[in-house]
């Protein structure tokens, strides 16, 4: 089960659309999250589903993602309301998985999810970028 969210989370999670790669992401890098910060969804994103697949729409980019199920729910807690600690719960849960072993990954997706600007986190933007602490 752990290898097989990690591999949904980090290779499935998410497909670019112009040219149906898969985003990889690089081990070692640093991500700017503290456990507290609670991430919201980009607001020029249009998400929708056909014949089962997620698809992803970021209209100021004019570029479009498919998201797997994985991707969709830790998505959907990027609501404002969750932090990423409750992020990593919520995914150990869903998934009966302990949070150790899906730690990494599900901060990873987090941080790609920054990086491509599909999630925002307003705090770091009041704190004018400086929040450097991994979670």
Do not use: W
């Not at 994103?45 to 830790?74: D, P, R």
């Not at 404002?80 to 990593?88: A, K």
């Not at 150990?92 to 901060?107: A, G, L, Q, R, Y």
């Not at 933007?125 to 450097?132: A, P, V, Y």
Request: net charge negative.
């Amino acid at each position: 089960m752990v290898r097989r969210l990690a591999q949904s989370v980090v290779d499935g999670g998410l497909s670019h659309g112009r040219n149906s790669r898969r985003h990889s992401l690089v081990k070692g890098r640093e991500i700017n999250l503290h456990a507290g910060d609670c991430l919201v969804r980009h607001p020029y994103l249009i998400q929708s589903q056909l014949k089962g697949e997620n698809y992803l729409f970021h209209s100021k980019k004019t570029v479009f993602f498919t998201l797997n199920s994985t991707a969709c729910f830790i998505l959907s807690l990027c609501d404002g309301n969750h932090s990423v600690e409750d992020i990593l719960e919520s995914v150990s849960s869903e998934c009966s998985v302990p949070v150790p072993d899906i730690f990494t990954h599900v901060v990873e997706y987090l941080g790609l999810l920054l990086e491509l600007e599909i999630v925002e986190n307003p705090l770091s933007q009041l704190k004018g970028g400086e929040s450097h602490v991994n979670v």
